[in-house]
């Protein structure tokens, strides 16, 4: 499947549910949010039905997302049927990572080939302002329970938030350096409940490479830069939707929850 630009799109990003078990502050607002409507929720039927469809016209990774896909009921019964599709070459998942003790093994034994985790602070009680009352140990609990799974390869994401988290750049890409993760750190888009954030909010990834003047340039991977420390056996990686335009490499379409297309 190409576009009229020519890029080949081979990846899909699928929406499970708008509901999260966090507020995060630049994601959802503290109260009053009006989530969809049970009925406007894609089935596991139709979500299947999409994805049979995708992979048809040259799909081959499916990544499931939320809100935190893990709080839909029967998440793992769908990761089941996905990857027993013909032509899905990866599945993998982005989670906050709390719920992860609960169903890291199952997720794994269900084919789920990868995980994508947030993780913006090791501070706890940062941790708990930015998520409105998350735990940071239910997090690395989940960053444990994944491990313990079998799954490798997992990519932490850090949002970048100038003022809240600039300072732990260092001890975040350490997580990065018995190669157990890699570590993507990611600038944060004056859009939804951000956009009238103070500019200084908004931090370049430029950041990183100032943090940590040893990291040494790889090729890309899909939109990320990705970068290694000397000696270190995990991979750096940037994503700057805000200060490179990285479109051109762009091979994604996404499923939003309620069945449009982007």
């Known amino acids: 499947m190409n576009d009229q630009y020519g890029r080949r799109i081979d990846y899909m990003r699928v929406s499970?549910?708008?509901?999260?078990?966090?507020?995060?502050?630049?994601?959802?607002?503290?109260?009053?949010?009006?989530?969809?409507?049970?009925?406007?929720?894609?089935?596991?039927?139709?979500?299947?039905?999409?994805?049979?469809?995708?992979?048809?016209?040259?799909?081959?990774?499916?990544?499931?997302?939320?809100?935190?896909?893990?709080?839909?009921?029967?998440?793992?019964?769908?990761?089941?049927?996905?990857?027993?599709?013909?032509?899905?070459?990866?599945?993998?998942?982005?989670?906050?990572?709390?719920?992860?003790?609960?169903?890291?093994?199952?997720?794994?034994?269900?084919?789920?080939?990868?995980?994508?985790?947030?993780?913006?602070?090791?501070?706890?009680?940062?941790?708990?302002?930015?998520?409105?009352?998350?735990?940071?140990?239910?997090?690395?609990?989940?960053?444990?329970?994944?491990?313990?799974?079998?799954?490798?390869?997992?990519k932490l994401n850090a949002v970048l938030l100038g003022g809240v988290n600039a300072d732990e750049i260092p001890a975040l890409a350490q997580l990065a350096q018995d190669g157990k993760y890699e570590v993507r750190f990611i600038e944060l888009m004056p859009i939804g409940e951000c956009a009238d954030w103070p500019r200084e909010r908004f931090l370049s990834a430029d950041a990183v490479l100032h943090a940590l003047p040893e990291l040494q340039r790889l090729p890309n991977e899909g939109v990320a830069e990705r970068y290694q420390m000397p000696g270190w056996k995990g991979k750096i990686g940037l994503i700057r939707p805000m200060s490179h335009r990285f479109c051109a490499d762009c091979d994604r379409i996404r499923v939003t929850a309620d069945g449009r297309l982007k």
Request: glycine share 10%; aromatic share 6%; with cysteine.
């Open 16 to 154: 499970v549910t708008d509901r999260c078990n966090l507020r995060c502050v630049y994601c959802m607002p503290g109260e009053g949010f009006s989530f969809l409507p049970h009925e406007d929720i894609l089935s596991f039927e139709e979500i299947e039905r999409v994805c049979r469809i995708g992979v048809r016209l040259g799909i081959t990774k499916i990544k499931l997302t939320g809100g935190e896909p893990l709080v839909r009921r029967g998440i793992v019964d769908l990761c089941r049927s996905l990857r027993a599709i013909n032509g899905v070459r990866e599945l993998t998942m982005t989670t906050n990572g709390a719920l992860l003790p609960q169903y890291a093994a199952e997720l794994k034994q269900a084919g789920v080939d990868r995980l994508n985790i947030s993780l913006d602070t090791l501070n706890e009680d940062k941790f708990a302002s930015l998520t409105r009352g998350g735990s940071l140990a239910d997090a690395l609990a989940g960053l444990d329970a994944a491990w313990n799974a079998g799954f490798r390869g997992t």
